[in-house]
């Protein structure tokens, strides 16, 4: 009888956080901005790689070009155009304070369209980020503003849709307007872990425990631990009636009937989304692509709004007497999962003993080898890691340094840290300036000019990997799929951009000695045939400036007819 009456409590608490949070907003001003049913490819607060989802991924039938348009009466107050990240985005500003963003779209209404197209001719730019006067584009709910697409970090065609406080320009999640979105189906538990938190949620790392379903609850066999200071980790994810695999909205974890922590994704800014990585098990996230969300706090994540117990999730076990778990999952739509499970003490413990250079949270560190310094803030860490830093002769074929090895990918790092490499010779001025820093992060590279300060780069990052200084000379080019003087029958010019090291930082094209348009998808340059080369002109040159990371410049010249 307890324990059902514990469990309604439970959801009712519940309940009423989840009425509570939608009160502070307008309920139904929004309406969709997709003339079709509202379904969700992903919701606010979905873990992604060193950031929180920060709006809907809302499906377009895996179609582009649908029509997007207004959520509620304002006006546009923003554009951006870029390669990655939103691609196309329109913001729009309302009056009840809110603004509304509408990312990865193909094209703007006309008369915004061809504004946004003046300013890159004018600029000779095509990305841009413009801002608008209240006058210049007014929207009534319900205009068309855009077609959908698949623009800028987009895996697939959807529509990307924020709802942000105008001031404080904090992303709400809008699963708290009001939206109706079919939803009755409760988040999926499929795995629980506990840590030893004496030292660091780091090391030793996570223990897996076997997840059973039993009835409408799941539970498992008692959790015998080895530390008197642990916590807890889930792994659960929320499905919408569409099927999609969603981030949990709200945990709460219980002992003895005691609430120790809980954490709701209401609202988070970009300033403060990388605080992801301390709300979950990043090491199991960038080695096994498995979402795990702490049930704690890490002692250097500082999300505001989130952890709301006042608590931070840390159990002291005294003795070896069992306790009872729960951990209570709930979406915005009110539906509820529960694990119920016990935990015991049962000593035998070893800690963990720090073996290399401790780097802590609020606590500012710099590590040096022979050839190479890393200066970390007080904010760097979201908990103690045991730093291990390296070096070794390096073995590419370029290379003009040893390889310096910052102690494992696996381990998150919240701000920029500065590196400092001293090549194995001394370099000319001009070999200096066509040496980069090659960073690889184990499932990625990234290239970096760096600054030379005295016989040292300089250079910042925020991941740990292997570093090394190499001497690019390598020219980057474009490749047509035309011949020369060929006749373009096709709509569109597709240039694919190639470099050795790094990346096309610059691209220029010109027509017959006039800039030219070319959009950036990803390493392709596309040009989209208008006015500016009608069919039936005769031969054209196309004149192709590309510039790479370390600074080489390539000139190529192309020849078509139109």
């Known amino acids: 009888m307890k324990a059902i009456c514990k469990l309604v409590f439970a959801i ?83 009056p009840n304070g809110y603004t509304t963003v509408y990312a990865h779209l193909n094209k703007y209404f006309d008369q915004l369209d061809e504004y946004v197209k003046e300013m890159q001719y004018k600029d000779e730019k095509w990305e841009q980020d413009i801002t608008f006067s209240p006058g210049q584009f007014p929207v009534t709910k319900g205009q068309l503003i855009a077609l ?27 699963l708290l307007f009001g939206f109706k979105i079919p939803d009755g189906i409760s988040p999926i538990m499929s795995g629980l872990y506990w840590y030893d938190r004496r030292f660091s949620a780091y090391e030793p790392g996570a223990n897996g425990i076997t997840v059973k379903k039993d009835g409408s609850n799941y539970t498992t066999d008692v959790i015998q631990v080895n530390s008197p200071e642990i916590s807890f980790a889930i792994k659960a994810v929320d499905k919408a009636n ?100 016990k935990v015991r003490y049962a000593r035998n413990s070893q800690q963990v003993t720090p073996s290399g250079k401790l780097v802590k949270p609020d606590e500012a560190k710099t590590i040096s080898t022979e050839n190479a310094e890393i200066s970390f803030s007080k904010n760097a860490v979201y908990d103690a890691v045991n730093f291990q830093m390296s070096e070794k002769a390096g073995t590419h074929a370029d290379a003009v340094s040893n390889t310096f090895v910052m102690h494992s990918s696996y381990i998150p790092v919240h701000d920029d840290y500065t590196l400092k490499i001293k090549p194995n010779r001394k370099l000319t001025n001009e070999e200096k300036e066509k040496t980069v820093v090659l960073f690889d992060y184990g499932s990625d590279t990234d290239a970096v000019k760096g600054k030379w300060k005295g016989d040292k780069v300089e250079a910042r990052f925020n991941r740990l990997g292997t570093a090394i200084l190499l001497l690019d000379h390598s020219l980057p080019s474009v490749s047509s799929g035309w011949k020369e003087g060929a006749l373009i029958k096709t709509s569109t010019l597709r240039l694919n951009g190639r470099t050795k090291t790094g990346d096309i930082v610059s691209f220029r094209a010109e027509l017959d000695g006039k800039w030219l348009r070319f959009a950036r998808v990803k390493d392709d340059f596309i040009y989209i045939f208008d006015e500016k080369c009608p069919k039936g002109s005769g031969l054209h040159t196309l004149k192709v400036t590309t510039a790479n990371t370390a600074g080489n410049a390539n000139t190529q010249t192309f020849t078509f007819q139109r």
Do not use: W
């Not at 990307?160 to 406080?165: A, L, Q, S, W």
């Open 12 to 94: 009712s608490f519940l309940t009423s956080i989840i009425i509570g949070a939608q009160n502070n907003y307008p309920q139904n001003y929004f309406r969709s901005p997709l003339n079709i049913p509202m379904q969700l490819a992903a919701n606010f607060g979905a873990v992604r790689a060193n950031h929180f989802h920060m709006g809907l991924d809302l499906r377009t039938n895996s179609q582009e070009n649908l029509s997007v348009v207004a959520a509620a009466d304002g006006y546009v107050s923003r554009i951006k155009v870029e390669r990655y990240g939103f691609g196309n985005a329109v913001y729009i500003t309302h």
């Open 148 to 174: 959908s697409g698949n623009t800028g970090g987009s895996a697939g065609p959807h529509l990307h849709f924020e709802i942000r406080d105008t001031k404080t320009e904090e992303c709400i999640n809008p």
């Open 242 to 341: 569409q099927g999609f695999n969603l981030g949990i909205y709200y945990a709460e974890l219980l002992m003895d009937g005691q609430r120790v922590y809980n954490f709701s994704i209401d609202q988070v800014s970009y300033d403060d989304t990388r605080y992801l990585n301390g709300c979950i098990d990043y090491p199991k996230f960038t080695k096994d692509k498995m979402s795990i969300q702490h049930l704690s706090e890490l002692r250097g994540m500082k999300l505001k709004n989130y952890n709301s117990s006042g608590k931070t999730g840390i159990i002291h076990l005294e003795d070896d007497s069992v306790h009872n778990i729960e951990i209570v999952l709930k979406d915005v739509s009110g539906n509820t999962s529960k694990l119920i499970t």
